[in-house]
């Protein structure tokens, strides 16, 4: 008896029960990583995102997205989406489609962080502008920062600020508005320690106001030295820009050389309108005006001066105080108070109350700065430091100050503690009349208005409010004003205001959709304007934030992870964790090709030799 047909017949029908109970096994192929490369990244940097993406996952094999012939979806086990790029395009490509990572690349973008500029400034003063730029690395290329109008576009001053090591400073990181601050001028950043090798840097710009009124800047920032890098990054500030006329009155209570040679230096100066009133002996007074580039007529007196200069302190009377501390008080004046020795007790002791310290003395001459302006002096008072006091000028060894103001009411009191000064005013590096200049321009531009308003947006998108407060200054407050706010454009809109306190009102008013608009304020009393002012307000579109915490919180929500730079590794893990965990394709060996022909091999050859058996 011939055993091979029915062994070839067994064996083809356990492969044909093999085939159908087979439980198959688990697909040993690489996991997939899906990655999507958010925002307009040049082709150099969509490669160098793949490659690290590669690197840092060894274990899965990376797919572009923006690649379909790359995609084979029907022998991917388990597959997993990753978003890769700076922090806005991040959050956006989110917000569209679900991922199960997100990655911050390192794209040599940068981000300003602050814009430190003075509210108000005059016409044709220099300005310093100092813009804070974060996520810039250290010791490589340099920090480009334009400024530019935002209405024109014209550009209006540039610095290329090269990078500087780390050395522990912070500038800030929030945009705002402060007081003047004079600052040696530089173009050079300070580097501050960031996070991931990256630093924040503070730039200087000079910049200089051609014309009166509101200006809007849009300031720039980014890498010159970077190939094929994202755009910059930008942020718009606002600085009210006054008229170049200053009204200055010096009084000399007796005479001295430091008030003689202050008004000297702003004597038949080009916007400057002075008046001076010397007192010789008591009831013995002699005025002289000039109104530098205008008539004489038009200098005004003490009660339209902006800045008062005042020496001989010792000569005050109280008569004298009571009239200064009602201009700086109620009025919003800035008093300079001139010392030309260790002042002695006195009733102007009312209008500076901290103590002056005591005399210093150099042996060689020291340097001190106004407004980027050099002043030398060998004699100085040694200002001990106050919380109500504020340096405004100090010394370039030691940062000693000799110029400090204190806030008393809505004004300023000033004390120049530089007491001889005026006599090295012929040194070839001083700029003893430029610095007079500047400190008179600045103290003029902090004069408040009669009515002064604040203007800001919340919310975003349809639900954006316009807030407005309002503040008078507090001789206007004495008549009892009535004071409205109006949104001007297509149409008038008012803004409903409420009083919260003695000169300050405060409303709010839906956004309306123009890109722009303008708030004007008006207080009214006895049917008198007495005080108007005007805002100018970029609403633009709402921007998406650009901080990678946004976009952590968003992945948390929606059950992602999210890595910044130099955290890949930890994160790629857990997704390779949870991927671990999902049932993908299932590989059967028994309905395979190859073994289905085996099979039919086996009951072929079995066939054709139960045929030759039977034709035997």
């Known amino acids: 008896m011939n055993l091979a047909p029915h062994v070839l017949r067994v064996l083809g029908m356990v492969g044909v029960i093999a085939g159908i109970v087979d439980p198959g096994c688990r697909d ?58 700076p922090a806005a395009p991040v959050l956006r490509a989110l917000e569209q489609r679900r991922a199960d990572l997100a990655l911050e690349v390192d794209d040599e973008a940068v981000t300003i962080q602050a814009i430190v500029v003075p509210g108000r400034v005059v016409a044709g003063m220099r300005t310093d502008i100092r813009v804070g730029v974060g996520d810039v690395v250290p010791n490589r290329g340099v920090v480009r920062v334009t400024v530019r109008d935002a209405d024109s576009g014209v550009e209006q001053a540039r610095v290329d600020a090269p990078l500087p090591p780390t050395n522990g400073l912070n500038p800030g990181r929030s945009i705002q508005k402060e007081g003047w601050t004079p600052d040696p001028a530089s173009s050079r950043g300070v580097s501050t320690p960031g996070e991931e090798g990256r630093e924040h840097v503070t730039v200087t710009v000079p910049w200089m106001a051609t014309g009166e009124g509101p200006h809007r800047l849009l300031v720039e920032a980014s890498r010159p030295d970077v190939t094929g890098g994202p755009p910059p990054a930008s942020a718009v500030a606002s600085i009210d820009v006054l008229p170049s006329d200053v009204r200055v009155a010096v009084l000399e209570a007796r005479p001295t050389w430091s008030a003689r040679f202050a008004r000297l230096a702003l004597q038949d100066v080009d916007g400057v309108r002075l008046t001076t009133d010397v007192r010789l002996a008591p009831g013995v007074a002699v ?26 302190l010792d000569a005050l009377t109280s008569e004298d105080v009571a009239a200064l ?27 500076w109350p901290d103590p002056t310290g005591s005399l210093r003395q150099s042996v060689s001459l020291a340097t001190g700065r106004i407004g980027g302006h050099a002043w030398k002096m060998r004699e100085w008072l040694d200002l001990p430091p106050s919380t109500a006091v504020t340096p405004l000028a100090s010394l370039d060894a030691g940062s000693t100050p000799f110029v400090a103001g204190r806030g008393l009411g809505a004004g300023r009191v000033v004390l120049v503690a530089a007491l001889d000064a005026w006599r090295w005013r012929a040194e070839d590096d001083a700029a003893y009349a430029a610095g007079w200049r500047a400190l008179v ?20 998108g349809r639900q954006r409010w316009l807030h407005v407060a309002v503040a008078v200054r507090a001789d206007v407050v004495a008549r009892d004003p009535a004071v409205a706010a109006v949104v001007t454009g297509d149409d008038d809109r008012p803004v409903p205001l409420q009083r919260v306190a003695s000169g300050t009102w405060r409303g709010a008013v839906r956004a309306p959709e123009a890109a722009g608009v303008e708030i004007t304020t008006t207080a009214t009393a006895a049917a008198e304007v007495v005080g108007r002012a005007q805002d100018v307000v970029d609403l633009g579109p709402f921007r998406r934030p650009a901080a990678w915490l946004d976009v952590t919180r968003h992945q948390v929500w929606r059950g992602g992870v999210a890595a910044p730079r130099g955290q890949w590794s930890d994160a790629l893990t857990q997704v390779r964790t949870r991927l671990a965990g999902v049932e993908g394709a299932r590989w059967y060996m028994t309905r395979t090709w190859g073994f289905a022909a085996l099979v039919l091999a086996l009951l072929g050859t079995e066939w054709i030799l139960r045929r030759l058996n039977g034709a035997r």
């Open 28 to 85: 040993a192929a690489r996991q997939h990583l899906h990655v999507r490369i958010a925002g307009d990244v040049a082709p150099e940097a969509r490669t160098r995102a793949l490659q690290a993406v590669a690197s840092a996952a060894p274990w899965a094999v990376v797919i572009d997205e923006a690649d379909p012939a790359s995609i084979h979806s029907d022998t991917t086990p388990a597959v997993a989406t990753v978003v890769v790029g």
């Open 287 to 312: 005025r002289t005006t000039s109104a530098g580039d205008g008539d004489a007529s038009t200098a005004g007196g003490d009660d339209e001066a902006q800045v008062r200069i005042v020496g001989g």
């Open 325 to 351: 501390a009602r201009a700086v008080r109620d009025r919003g004046r800035a008093v300079v108070l001139l010392a030309d020795e260790v002042p002695a007790p006195g009733p102007w002791r009312r209008l």
């Open 441 to 460: 321009q600045r103290l003029a531009a902090d004069v408040p208005e009669p009515v002064e308003s604040t203007v800001w947006v919340t919310g975003h």
